[in-house]
């Protein structure tokens, strides 16, 4: 197990187009972490995972916005209806106990929505 | 919206110290200080954290000041790896919600 992993590591889509992102968090992790980032600014929180149960959302997330992590291992988050608003890296982590300390980031996943 | 103020770059000398500063004039007494850097097209990673006392690891130590509204993460002697953008939070332990601003971009010059 090397980390935090995701994929696809680059996605350019059509507005409109719905896209799925897939996150794979270190083994035996049980929170996982979906964050976003725009160009020029620090990641903004999207929501969190403990085991399967998804336990936090950010008012980001809207309604064409949903995650899943069935079964607590891997996790995916959904887009519906792209905007290009939507054009971020999407950003997943792992940690086994507490963020802030413990937490591991993949190397995201660039959407770009034309 | 981030609780801290960083200035938005610095520059530093290979081999010197990087001294990179943080307000945060509004924390709580449950708060502690993060420092977290992220490395160009890489996620976030963790640094080093402290409550009110100094800390150090083998990355960097943190320096807060005593009333607690402001402190200094210093890399002793920096390299060109750690050309990165560095981010200042202040969240409670448990916090899952991290708040990252816009951070410091520092640029380690040979």
């Known amino acids: 197990d090397t980390g935090v992993s995701q994929n696809p590591r680059h996605k350019i889509t059509k507005r409109g187009q719905n896209v799925t992102f897939r996150c794979d968090p270190i083994?035996?992790?049980?929170?996982l972490y979906w964050y976003r980032q725009t160009l020029g600014q620090g990641p903004e929180f999207l929501t969190y995972f403990q085991n399967e149960a998804q336990l936090e959302k950010s008012r980001l997330l809207s309604d064409r916005f949903s995650a899943e992590r069935p079964k607590g291992s891997f996790s995916t988050l959904e887009i519906q209806r792209t905007e290009q608003g939507d054009s971020a890296m999407y950003l997943c982590a792992s940690s086994g106990d507490l963020f802030n300390t413990e937490a591991f980031f993949g190397q995201g996943t660039r959407l770009t929505v034309v | 919206d981030a609780k801290t103020t960083q200035p938005p770059s610095m520059d530093c000398a290979e081999g010197r110290a990087a001294n990179l500063p943080c307000n945060h004039s509004?924390?709580?007494?449950?708060?502690?200080v993060y420092w977290y850097r992220q490395i160009h097209s890489q996620g976030p990673q963790y640094i080093i954290h402290g409550l009110k006392n100094n800390e150090t690891n083998e990355m960097a130590s943190l320096i807060i000041t005593e009333d607690r509204k402001s402190s200094t993460l210093i890399l002793p002697h920096a390299t060109l790896r750690d050309t990165a953008v560095y981010y200042c939070i202040v969240s409670a332990l448990n916090n899952n919600d991290m708040r990252f601003g816009a951070g410091t971009r520092l640029t380690v010059k040979p």
């Open positions: 509004t924390i709580s007494g449950n708060e502690y």
């Open positions: 083994s035996e992790h049980n929170r």
